[in-house]
């Protein structure tokens, strides 16, 4: 007859058990294992996506309260490029009407043609965007406070700001948050901030 207690089979168990009990130690009076991993902040989003809204088509389309959509949007962009945001995707807009985009930007990080995520934020008369604060630069892309990630120039147009600043990393640092970065829809990226 096989014996059922083999010192494979105790290890096994021991390992389990000093195991289940490291863990306990680690998140005793912490908050549940999901709420420490949890990310705090704005998401990060790269905007592969920005673009010119010329028309919108819109069937039931509505931002809830909870930052996903209700409805589809579709939009023709500058590019001749159409673009669909269905049901629950993740989004934000700034524009007055959503569904009279046509005088809005799109922002959106896509994964193929979906859109994995979108902001639509109001044109200027110049062919510019204002976008949030910069909190840094890295890898050719401006993170923004929003959490959007979106390229810029090699150098950014600080003169409308009245800052002794000599390199933007500087700027950063005296101005903090307080100004508005532009994207300009020529050269593709952020040009200038403002103050």
Same mark, same amino acid.
């Given at each position: 007859m096989r014996q059922v207690l083999s010192w494979r089979f105790v290890a096994a168990l021991g %390992?389990? !058990?000093?195991l289940t009990l490291l863990i306990s130690a680690l998140f005793v009076g912490r908050d549940t294992v999901a709420r420490v991993a949890e990310h705090r902040g704005p998401t990060s989003r790269r905007a592969d996506l920005i673009a010119i809204v010329l028309d919108t088509d819109s069937d039931g389309f509505a931002l809830r309260d909870d930052g996903t959509t209700r409805g589809r949007l579709t939009l023709r962009t500058h590019e001749?490029? +159409?673009? +669909? &945001?269905f049901p629950g995707t993740p989004g934000t807009s +700034? =524009? @007055?009407d !959503?569904?009279? /985009? %046509?005088k809005c930007a799109i922002l959106a990080e896509t994964l193929g043609d979906t859109v994995v995520s979108f902001a639509l934020v109001p044109m200027s008369a110049n062919f510019q965007v204002e976008l949030p604060a910069i909190v840094e630069l890295s890898g050719g892309y401006a993170q923004l406070v929003s959490g959007w990630q979106v390229p810029y120039a090699p150098v950014i147009d600080? *003169?409308? =700001? @009245?800052s002794p600043a000599e *390199? $933007? *990393?500087?700027f950063l640092r005296l101005v903090g948050r307080h100004h508005r970065s532009l994207y300009s $829809? #020529?050269? #593709?990226? &952020? +040009? /200038?901030v403002t103050c």
């Amino acid at each position: 007859m096989r014996q059922v207690l083999s010192w494979r089979f105790v290890a096994a168990l021991g %390992a389990l !058990v000093a195991l289940t009990l490291l863990i306990s130690a680690l998140f005793v009076g912490r908050d549940t294992v999901a709420r420490v991993a949890e990310h705090r902040g704005p998401t990060s989003r790269r905007a592969d996506l920005i673009a010119i809204v010329l028309d919108t088509d819109s069937d039931g389309f509505a931002l809830r309260d909870d930052g996903t959509t209700r409805g589809r949007l579709t939009l023709r962009t500058h590019e001749n490029r +159409t673009v +669909t &945001i269905f049901p629950g995707t993740p989004g934000t807009s +700034t =524009c @007055d009407d !959503v569904e009279q /985009a %046509a005088k809005c930007a799109i922002l959106a990080e896509t994964l193929g043609d979906t859109v994995v995520s979108f902001a639509l934020v109001p044109m200027s008369a110049n062919f510019q965007v204002e976008l949030p604060a910069i909190v840094e630069l890295s890898g050719g892309y401006a993170q923004l406070v929003s959490g959007w990630q979106v390229p810029y120039a090699p150098v950014i147009d600080r *003169s409308r =700001c @009245d800052s002794p600043a000599e *390199s $933007f *990393s500087e700027f950063l640092r005296l101005v903090g948050r307080h100004h508005r970065s532009l994207y300009s $829809f #020529g050269p #593709g990226e &952020i +040009t /200038a901030v403002t103050c």
